[in-house]
Nanobody, 122 residues
Framework: QVQLVESGGGSVQAGGSLRLSCAASVVNDPCYEMSWYRRHPGKEREYVSI???????SYADSVKGRFTISKDNAKNILFLQMNSLKPEDTDMYYC????????????????WGQGTQVTVSS
């Protein structure tokens, strides 16, 4: 069983920054892509960003230019640096390890963390 443990959430004023961390044993596994999602109460989960095993990254339009995803392969930690935060970024943030299929990767279970709350006040 793979566990993902997020940390780094908190409360900040608009324009401020936070860095989220997610510790997971599969961060450096080439058969997993690591992602961040967020969810507002009563709404669907929203994709935020992904970092693939080749290091390429993608972002939702709503966070592009403000958020940066990265990972420390040696320490198996995923990060999300969030700058220029806005009140609409207030959400529960989740990291995810999404299994891939292709080459030597055979797919499998996706794993989720328990979430960390980010609150941005105006």
């Amino acid at each position: 069983q793979v566990q993902l443990v997020e940390s780094g959430g908190g409360s900040v004023q608009a324009g401020g920054s936070l860095r989220l961390s997610c510790a997971a044993s599969v961060v450096n596994d080439p058969c997993y892509e690591m992602s961040w999602y967020r969810r507002h109460p009563g709404k669907e989960r929203e994709y935020v960003s992904i970092i693939r095993s080749d290091g390429s990254t993608s972002y939702a339009d709503s966070v592009k230019g403000r958020f940066t995803i990265s990972k420390d392969n040696a320490k198996n930690i995923l990060f999300l640096q969030m700058n220029s935060l806005k009140p609409e970024d207030t959400d529960m943030y989740y990291c995810a390890a999404e299994s891939t299929f292709g080459g030597s990767c055979i797919g499998g279970t996706n794993y989720w963390g328990q979430g960390t709350q980010v609150t941005v006040s105006s």
